[in-house]
């Protein structure tokens, strides 16, 4: 009994070094190349433009749905 006890402590300490030494990690000494950063700049880019069209697509259903919301209060309001 005494053992398995031992053996879980053990094998507690060991994951508990094991978690810190991977959370606090040394320098890695590391940088962006361009292709990366050019990379990432066609990501964001291509995100706002699908954003932009997303919008232009449906920006009479979004319009309408709105004038509509609003009318429908003001109607509610005049009774």
Known sequence: MKYSNRLVKIYFLFSVFYFLFYLFPKMAYAY??????SYILQILIATLLGAIVTLRTFWTKIKTFFINLFLK???NTNK
């Open 73 to 75: 209060n003001k109607n």
């Open 32 to 37: 962006i190349d361009l292709g990366t950063g």
